[in-house]
């Protein structure tokens, strides 16, 4: 196969997975499958305990990702594998449980034990499948029988398009509970404290600058206070105070640098004494909240194409956050 055939085959199988997605989007108007998501919905939300999922070969694997994405969305999940629930682990599953099963046949023989005892115990349980006479979903309180689709592989054996179907149905579940919970932007932080999405979704008041590292001078400060002030905090920004400490206005090192050119002329003693910090700031200046997340932030400053802004409670400076600062943290 060369260059070219290979990447056609990339395509091609790309295009496999589309027309399989397709499929199920369109037989999710179907009355049946509409009524076994609604159905498979109303036992999560009312879930005391855990959600059990559970699966054989490439079906456990997604049924792995699932739990990962339940827990992290705040339902709770495990992943019990089948074979294993057999030698111990249906200890694991509690009446307040819900089964989730995942198997694309409907016939996997290992999850017969698992079956049992969920109806020994009053545990419910729900199948997501590609078989609506199997075995499985005809022994489980709700099945989800997606539509029969080809394999992505030409042989049409592989697992391939209906994992993908597996896959795209069970997040749709966990991001529609997470919708029927009112999870938020908060919950993602508590169970998401690293990496990028930790970082983004982390509020303004945990990683800005603070007092004394703000960058800060009073309104009738001379020019060349605040020239200095840039220069000592080093944050490329210097708020202009009115006497009562709340922030007027905001003077960059841009403002300073176009100022100083403009008064190329004068005598230096009067350029940088005898001019306010006043005169040069900036009025009508972006501030951000402190219980504002940095993502958001840095979309802010980089909306008004701004290098830093001050984080402020009422009117006054608490804090300052800057685009490098918050790129240097992992916020995209």
Known sequence: MDKGDRIGSVI???????????????????????????GALGLLDQMTGRLI??????????????AATFTSTGTPAYF????????????????????????????????SDMLRYAQRFGVPTICLTGAGQSTLARRVDVAIVLP????????????????????AVGDALAVTLLKM???????????????????ALTPLREIMHTHPALPLVAEDDP??????????????????????????????????????????????????????????????HISLAPEALAAAALNTLQDNRISAAFVLEGQKPIGLVTV????????A
């Open 181 to 199: 919970k009112g999870f938020t932007q908060d919950g993602f932080r508590r169970f998401h404290p690293g990496g990028r999405l930790g970082s």
């Open 12 to 38: 091609e199988v790309i295009g496999n997975y589309h027309a399989g997605l397709g499929m199920a989007k369109t037989a999710l108007a179907e009355p049946a499958l509409a009524a076994a998501i609604t």
């Open 148 to 167: 029969k689709v080809d394999e992505a592989c030409p042989h049409n054996l592989a697992p391939t398009t209906s994992t993908m179907m597996q896959l």
């Open 223 to 284: 020019v060349f206070a605040a020239l200095t002030e840039i220069s000592a905090k080093g944050l490329g920004i210097v708020g202009v105070e009115a006497a009562d400490n709340a922030l007027i206005g905001v003077i960059t090192d841009g403002d300073i640098r176009r100022y100083l050119e403009a008064s190329s002329g004068g005598r230096m003693e009067d350029v940088i004494h005898g001019r306010k910090a006043r005169d040069l700031m900036t009025q009508n």
């Open 80 to 111: 019990v594998h089948p074979a294993e629930a057999s030698h111990g682990d249906l200890g694991m599953i509690r009446p307040d449980d819900v089964l989730l099963l995942l198997s694309w046949s409907g016939e996997a023989d290992e999850m």
């Open 324 to 331: 490098l600062q918050l790129l240097q943290l992992g916020v």
């Open 53 to 66: 999922v559970a699966g054989m070969g490439k079906s456990g694997l997604i049924g792995r990702k699932l």
